[in-house]
């Protein structure tokens, strides 16, 4: 069946150090690749979509990469600030079915 | 700027008790969605309609259930909570078809079973 796969539970930094998260995907369908933030106390907020392999999305600072041959898509951002500290997830729409898929999330904390 | 609302915020109740969230989007879209959060951040998907239809119903026990009005509104009635059901209930909505398929969510609402 469809899944997404985030392995990175947590993950702490510090400022101005590089954030890599990174997700694998499972379909029979043809899916659309999201990133979603969410920071203490409200909900979940679109941070970047990527809509074509091997092609780069970025906003505010983050960059979102897509790689169709090995099913995995990765978020990174340079130099991460205090106030990225939020949790992260990766989520994948199924464009069969419009279920929405989301990974299980990675809390970053960034210390100043 | 919110535009999934979602009443109440917080509910605090005892095992057995019948609970009601509400969500209304304004926004314009068509599908709404219920996903629950519980206390490790792990986000699934409950139910979602499609203009007042259901078209996602994943496996949830029988307490739950969710009631559509409109394409605008989507609630929740647990109709006999257990412990197991204290988690934050996000609303969420989209347009049905859009190339974006971005989800809108509320704030949620935190549920818990003492």
């Known amino acids: 069946g469809d899944s997404v796969i985030q392995m990175q539970g947590q993950v702490t930094l510090s400022e101005n150090d590089f954030l890599f998260i990174n997700c694998t995907y499972s379909t029979t369908g043809y899916p659309t690749l999201f990133w979603y933030v969410q920071y203490s106390g409200e909900g979940p907020q679109l941070l970047l979509q990527v809509t074509t392999a091997n092609n780069k999305g970025s906003s505010r600072g983050f960059e979102a990469t897509y790689d169709k041959g090995t099913t995995s898509f990765h978020l990174q951002k340079t130099s991460v600030q205090e106030i990225d500290s939020a949790v992260y997830y990766c989520a994948m729409r199924d464009n069969s079915n419009n279920r929405i898929f989301f990974g299980d999330g990675t809390q970053l904390v960034v210390k100043p | 700027e919110t535009a999934v609302f979602q009443t109440p915020n917080y509910h605090v109740t005892q095992v057995g008790n019948e609970v009601s969230f509400n969500c209304k989007q304004t926004l314009g879209h068509d599908t709404m969605y219920w996903y629950k959060q519980d206390s490790k951040k792990l986000l699934k998907i409950m139910f979602s309609y499609n203009n007042k239809q259901l078209i996602v119903n994943e496996t949830v026990p029988r307490r739950f259930s969710p009631q559509s009005s409109d394409k605008a509104h989507l609630n929740l009635r647990i109709k006999s909570v257990e412990p197991e059901d204290s988690a934050v209930y996000l609303c969420?909505?989209?347009?049905?078809?859009?190339?974006?398929?971005?989800?809108?969510f509320g704030e949620g609402s935190k549920l818990t079973v003492l």
């Open positions: 969420a909505s989209r347009k049905w078809g859009a190339n974006t398929g971005q989800l809108y």
